[in-house]
């Protein structure tokens, strides 16, 4: 166990000492820095290679061992009424804290800066839509099993495993022993993978925050700061209304889990990705004592479903635009704003510069013409540096989400929660 421990230790160490490094070599050498980009993506690339077949395995493990499709039902419908709960409760929170912060006020917009910036936005969304509700929900349903798998859509290669599991626990006594058998051992393998690919972790870490800072420059920012300070003041707000939820629906002290994923925590924030440490978050949360059932299908489903930082960054995002234009929104046009933002913050996952375009939407809802759609350009200059703060709040509430609904399921092995979690 102590071997376990310094072992987990040093690579956090590792993790801390690559993102200092990374800071300070995009902060005095920003070309060097820019050029790093390609390291962080190899990186990721390499994860992300990995993670269709492990939430394969994992899901089709727990369905199976739930054994039937009501108790999956459940965990499932259970999973998104919490999801819209708690996204919706972001939502609103962002605009309170919009509201008394005004993190848009006394910003000078250069009306040809909107103008130059419209033409910049589109190539950052490389000219994509977010999905219709139709078209998300179809969306999901893959058009092959192998496509899924080959183009890394985490939905639908959930939706496939979720059907596999549940025909696996219908084949009863007959025939699953031997599949499921192949499968934990197809799970170990890619886990095994997993395990060399880590080792790669801090130069992932350090590359992309090399390539943040050296691309867009501290420097840079400084008329964003008040918009930043008020993201960031915001996402620390709302981990304590997350630590609540924890304590209250599950008996989980949201600071105990974070000393113990700590690992997982900076690898998210340093590559400002959270899909790369999707495979090891399951992992713990499954040793913390949540079900593998609940675990397999709550942490995908929430990776689209439960973006509690994202919700929270685009309320403010929307009140930040509206007061750099000099303008009001009344509470009929900032209610529209929420309603608009819970549906397309669902359909995020996978577009490109999707939080823009969920933006673009919103402001073109509201119908104020003051605001025009390209002023969403504004936020290109900082959108970036919020990465860290989105991927954190959205890791830490899908956590909070599995730990809650495994709870309501009685699927929590609480005694054993405490124990791991206690050891940290």
């Known amino acids: 166990m102590s071997g376990k421990r310094e072992k987990r230790s040093s690579l956090f160490l590792q993790l801390s000492a690559a993102i200092v490094l990374g800071v300070v070599v995009g902060w005095l050498w920003p070309a060097l820095g820019a050029d790093l980009k390609p390291v962080a993506d ?208 599950a008996g989980v002290s949201l600071w105990r889990f974070v000393v113990y994923a700590k690992d997982e925590l900076f690898l998210a924030l340093g590559t400002a990705s959270t899909e790369v440490v999707l495979p090891r978050i399951m992992v713990k949360l499954e040793e913390a004592g949540c079900s593998r059932a609940t675990t397999g299908l709550v942490v995908p489903t929430g990776y689209s479903f439960n973006l509690d930082g994202a919700t929270l960054y685009l309320s403010l995002c929307v009140l930040f635009l509206a007061q750099a234009l000099g303008v009001d929104l009344t509470l009929g046009e900032q209610i529209t704003a929420v309603l608009v933002l819970m549906l397309t913050s669902k359909g995020m996952a996978g577009v490109p510069g999707s939080s823009f375009l969920a933006l673009s939407a919103t402001v073109e809802a509201i119908g104020h013409g003051a605001i025009p759609v390209a002023a969403v350009a504004l936020l290109l200059g900082a959108d970036r540096i919020m990465d860290s703060m989105r991927v954190s709040v959205n890791l830490l509430g899908n956590c909070v989400a599995t730990f809650v609904v495994a709870n309501w399921e009685g699927q929590l092995d609480k005694e054993h929660m405490r124990s791991t979690l206690s050891r940290r």
């Not at 199976?64 to 999801?83: H, M, P, T, W």
């Open 42 to 249: 190899a990186f990721i690339k390499l994860i992300k290679m990995l993670i269709a077949p492990i939430v394969f395995c994992t899901v089709v493990l727990g369905v199976a061992s739930a054994g039937d499709l009501k108790s999956v039902g459940r965990i499932g419908v259970k999973a998104l009424v919490y999801f819209e709960a708690v996204t919706t409760f972001a939502l609103v929170f962002g605009l309170v804290i919009g509201n008394l912060a005004r993190p848009g006020s006394g910003f000078r917009v250069d009306p040809a800066a909107l103008a130059a910036g419209a033409d910049v936005l589109a190539q950052k969304t490389q000219h994509s839509q977010l999905p219709h509700a139709v078209e998300f929900l179809l969306g999901v349903i893959p058009a092959s099993v192998i496509g899924a798998f080959a183009e890394n859509a985490l939905l639908q290669v959930l939706f496939f495993s979720v059907l596999f599991g549940l025909a696996l626990a219908k084949l009863g006594e007959s025939g699953p022993p031997v599949v499921l058998d192949l499968v934990d051992q197809l799970s170990k393998l890619f886990f095994t993978i997993m395990g060399w690919v880590m080792r790669l972790a801090p130069l992932g870490a350090f590359g992309a925050m090399a390539f943040i800072i050296g691309q867009y420059g501290i420097s840079s920012l400084g008329g964003y700061a008040k918009l930043i300070a008020c993201c960031y003041l915001a996402a620390a707000l709302f981990l304590l209304v997350l630590a609540a939820i924890a304590k209250c629906g």
